[in-house]
């Protein structure tokens, strides 16, 4: 049961390149969407969110995108740093329960 | 800036022992949660906790799992029983009612459980 999807398990980029990591959902009842990065041996930290009265937040360097008559939402990068080599989760919440996160998105920023 | 905190960091124990996994939530936040993470695969939600009860529990969270606010401060995940297949890396994440961070989780830096 894949609740939340992100088909590419791994993306490489050039440093300064725009970087979009995908998320595909199902249950038409999320109504909250974050993305977590986390780095090894840590736990996952916050990125962005965005609600579904929405299609676009925007934060810096990051921008959500969501499309919700195609269940998907995006993350931009840009520009890509190395610091920001991670894996990168997307999360989806109804109605304020519990999260839940696709399998995640290891994001390779090359110098 | 407040953060979530857990410990230890990394618990080794032998199949069939308990374990308590202790987590300090951010201090204001009243809803935790606990999730894992097995080696290679998703976090995965494990259960909600708010107003001294749990709200919501996977099914992974069977009957071998228990959580506890003991002391106001505290937010602890108990295994009675453990399994080899218990190993993971388990978060603790806390919430806030504010606005501003209103579905905003913030997690704690994880605790490495290994069973042998």
């Known amino acids: 049961d894949q609740q939340v999807k992100q088909n590419s398990p791994s993306l490489s980029v050039q440093e300064g390149r725009i970087s979009i990591l995908n998320c595909d959902y199902t249950?038409?009842?999320?109504?909250?969407f974050l993305w977590y990065k986390k780095y090894p041996a840590e736990g996952p930290t916050f990125l962005i969110s965005?609600?579904?009265?929405?299609d676009k937040n925007e934060d810096g360097r990051f921008t959500v995108f969501l499309n919700k008559s195609a269940k998907h939402l995006s993350l931009h990068i840009v520009p890509s740093q190395p610091g920001d080599s991670a894996v990168y989760f997307c999360?989806?919440?109804?109605?304020?329960?519990?999260?839940?996160f696709g399998p995640g998105t290891r994001l390779s920023v090359l110098p | 800036e407040p953060e979530v905190t857990q410990t230890p960091s990394h618990q080794v124990t032998q199949m069939g022992q308990e374990v308590i996994l202790r987590c300090v939530p951010i201090?204001?936040?009243?809803?935790f949660y606990w999730y894992r993470q097995i080696l290679g695969q998703k976090v995965e939600f494990l259960v909600s906790?708010?107003?001294?009860?749990?709200?919501?529990k996977s099914e992974i969270f069977d009957d071998q799992f228990s959580v506890e606010r003991p002391d106001g401060s505290n937010f602890t995940l108990k295994i009675r029983s453990t399994k080899l297949e218990d190993s993971a890396m388990y978060f603790c994440?806390?919430?806030?009612?504010?606005?501003?961070?209103?579905?905003?989780?913030?997690f704690g830096p994880g605790t490495r459980l290994t069973v042998l």
């Open positions: 994440a806390s919430r806030g009612t504010g606005k501003v961070s209103y579905n905003e989780q913030f």
């Open positions: 906790f708010y107003n001294n009860e749990i709200s919501e």
């Open positions: 999360a989806a919440s109804a109605f304020g329960q519990n999260f839940v």
């Open positions: 249950n038409s009842m999320f109504d909250y």
């Open positions: 201090s204001n936040h009243l809803y």
């Open positions: 965005i609600s579904s009265i929405k």
